[in-house]
């Protein structure tokens, strides 16, 4: 399978080795980069900013793909709160922008050294938790990683993002303030 991934910082490159350790075609997009087709699957890991420039750009190109947010919309400025309303998420408003696309949240709750060792805490396997309202979209998502040594979980429905954004927002400040290593995280045993 082809997949498709805007930014090439340290999560785009652990999600690509990922893709690419489980047999698939994996392109990069940068800001720079003129794309005129993507692959099967996209995924979007920049910053939460930086996806309505992207959208603006693709979305015509992004329709029957499976987009894929890996972001946590954090204030930055305070690093104390998500910048979407309390009822939504970063891939609910990226889903309404993109009606024609079908959307997924995953990777988020991950961070790049989890990704790149298959761990978290060199202890448990990785767990990639994956939220759509298309459940052939997540089998394929889930597929195209079977054999990276990853574990990957359905966990419902786009409304399910939310939440995961939250436990990936809540990741990053326990990270942050050095209470758990940048190797540490979620994992679901």
């Known amino acids: ?16 080795e990922n893709f690419t350790k489980a047999g698939n075609e994996v392109e990069f997009i940068g800001h720079d980069s003129a794309a005129d087709a ?8 920049v910053p939460y900013s930086s996806i309505t420039d992207i959208i603006g750009k693709y979305a015509d190109k992004l329709a029957n793909k499976l987009v894929v ?3 946590n919309p954090v204030d930055f400025a305070s690093f104390d709160s998500l910048v979407v309303p309390a009822d939504s998420s970063a891939a609910a408003e990226i889903a309404a922008k993109l009606p024609n696309s079908i959307v997924a949240k995953a990777f988020n709750t991950n961070f790049a050294a989890t990704l790149t060792s298959k761990k978290v805490a060199n202890k448990e396997t990785t767990t990639v938790l ?11 998502f889930i597929s195209a990683l079977s054999g990276s040594g990853l574990k990957v979980i359905n966990t419902g429905g786009l409304k399910r993002a939310r939440e995961l954004e939250a436990a990936g927002f809540l990741a990053m400040t326990l990270a942050a303030s050095e209470q758990i290593g940048w190797d540490g995280g979620l994992t679901v045993l």
């Open 1 to 16: 399978m082809k997949i498709s991934i805007f930014g090439h910082g340290n999560m785009g490159k652990a999600i690509g």
């Open 38 to 45: 993507f692959g099967e699957i996209v995924i979007l890991a």
């Open 69 to 71: 947010d890996i972001t």
């Open 130 to 140: 994956i939220a759509s309202d298309d459940n052939d979209a997540k089998t394929k």
